[in-house]
Each structure stands twice: as C-alpha cells, then as structure tokens.
C-alpha cells in the first residue's frame, strides 16, 4: 500500500538533516524528504 501512497501524493518535500550517533566531520547530508509519504526525492552533501 505504500508504492500507492507514494503515487497519489502530491509531495511537499522539506530539507532534513540525517541524524545518527556518529557524525561526519567534513560535512552534512541534507535529504529532500516529503512529509507526506517519506519518498525521498535528492540528497547532496555539503563541506564545511
């Protein structure tokens, strides 16, 4: 039911930040994650 989900929804996707225990050093990934149905459109990293 979630590839339907996906399919009718008219994504609003919003930049978040993942977060976990460890973190990157060098940088954050920022992933374009709609808050509908969690499809998750680009994700970029970006250097200090």
């Known amino acids: 039911m ?3 989900k996906r399919l009718v929804c008219k994504h609003d996707h919003q930049p978040h930040k ?3 225990m460890f973190q ?3 940088g954050d990934s920022i ?3 709609c808050t509908k149905c969690d499809h ?3 994700s970029l990293f970006i250097k200090h």
């Open 31 to 33: 992933y374009y994650v």
């Open 2 to 4: 979630n590839w339907l």
């Open 18 to 20: 993942k977060l976990s």
């Open 40 to 42: 998750i459109r680009d």
């Open 24 to 26: 990157n050093l060098s």
